[in-house]
């Protein structure tokens, strides 16, 4: 198990006890320190509305996520802990994400080409469906195109 792995193992439980979705975890050394950034999404319990992430909700997430990974050691070093929302172009990695996007515009960069007559790698366009791990994307160049999740790269939102 890698160290994000580790660090979502710790983090994912409490977090959605929270009512808080880890959509993304990164960990890496920029400029000498170790730096964790996490971006949450916030989760509406059971018959209330959704409502986005504010600087309360990041505050108070670092304070007990913090904590938390010093009591629990997962990380041995010392490092700069980032609690961010994901953005308007947030990532798509989840069965979960994809779902929620149908509709909206995305863009999609793939590892390779689908086709081997084709030196295309990146789609934008609406995500017009989810099924069986595969996405329907109304690409502006190509048209309709089915594309496997794990032919994916890279997704995000493309909200303008």
């Given amino acids: 198990m890698d160290k994000i792995q580790e660090i979502e193992q710790v983090l994912k439980p409490v977090l959605e006890q929270k009512h ?14 170790w730096v964790l950034r996490i971006f949450i ?14 600087l309360d909700d990041c505050g108070n997430v670092s304070n007990f996520v913090g904590d938390m990974l010093d009591a629990t050691n997962v990380i041995g070093d010392s490092y700069v802990l ?7 172009n947030r990532p798509l990695k989840t ?22 007559e084709s030196s295309q790698k990146n789609f934008s366009g609406i995500l017009t469906d989810f099924y ?10 190509s048209g309709k195109v089915s594309i496997p999740m794990k032919a994916v790269a890279k997704a995000n939102l493309d909200i303008v």
């Fill in 41 to 54: 999404d916030k989760t509406a319990p059971e018959g209330q509305a959704q409502t986005g992430v504010t």
């Fill in 20 to 33: 808080f979705e880890l959509v993304e975890t990164q960990y890496r050394k920029e400029a000498g320190k």
């Fill in 132 to 141: 069986d791990e595969t996405l329907e994307v109304e690409d502006a160049t």
């Fill in 95 to 116: 069965e979960a994400h994809y779902k929620k996007a149908v509709g909206q515009n995305v863009k999609v960069s793939l590892y390779a080409p689908l086709h081997p």
């Fill in 82 to 88: 980032e609690v961010s929302s994901p953005g308007i």
